[in-house]
């Protein structure tokens, strides 16, 4: 395959389980990027998330899963993920557990909004929760309001709250997103603007 990417190390018994179920491809990146609707290889992905070790093999793993078709059999693996990945893999948080919300946000579910709420709000987790929180947004429990209304002012995650506010139209956050206005940040800035401009004008 022209431009094909080589396989991360550890790939090579996932691929060969995928070309078992007749889907034959030089690694994961190939697969996420082949433009195939790959659902019914995704229990096979699913379960390889729990076995492998390697970090690069893992997040190869978990970038296949950031696709709305993996919903809803990836929500409740990926939640457990995001909390068992440790310092000595992800110091930061910002690679693995980072690419993991990533892929949550892409497989956002209702049914598991009490433990996506608790991962939004656990400080510990910094901003490896950025994508999990803007993917409160994309809920349709009014409770996930509340949430992102407790996170404006966490300084790891308050742009993404508002964001994901924004998207949600609430008049509660009126006030949240006039103080953004003044925000250092640019983007947090535009975002509350945005958000603003797509709320009624108050009488």
Request: charged share 25%; proline share 6%.
């Amino acid at each position: 395959m022209t431009g094909s990417a080589a396989p991360a190390p550890g790939e090579e018994p996932i691929l060969a389980e995928l070309a078992e179920s007749g889907l034959f491809v030089r690694s994961l990146a190939d697969l996420r990027t082949s433009g195939i609707k790959y659902r019914a290889v995704i229990p096979v992905l699913l379960h390889w998330l729990g076995v492998v070790e390697n970090p690069r093999a893992k997040g190869e793993i978990v970038r296949a899963l950031s696709v709305p078709w993996a919903k809803p059999a990836a929500t409740k693996p990926l939640i457990d993920q995001f909390r068992l990945i440790s310092k000595s893999v992800d110091p930061t948080g910002l690679c693995l557990r980072w690419a993991i919300g990533n892929a949550l946000h892409a497989v956002f579910d209702d049914a598991w909004f009490d433990e996506l709420a608790n991962l939004s709000t656990d400080r510990h987790f910094g901003r490896a929760r950025e994508m999990v929180v803007l993917g409160l947004g994309k809920l349709k429990r009014p409770e996930a309001v509340d949430v992102l209304l407790s996170l404006v002012d966490d300084p790891d995650v308050d742009g993404h709250a508002v964001k994901a506010l924004g998207r949600l139209k609430t008049l509660r956050a009126r006030a949240a997103f006039q103080a953004k206005l003044d925000d250092k940040r640019t983007w947090v800035r535009n975002e509350a603007r945005r958000a603003l401009a797509k709320l009624p004008i108050e009488p």
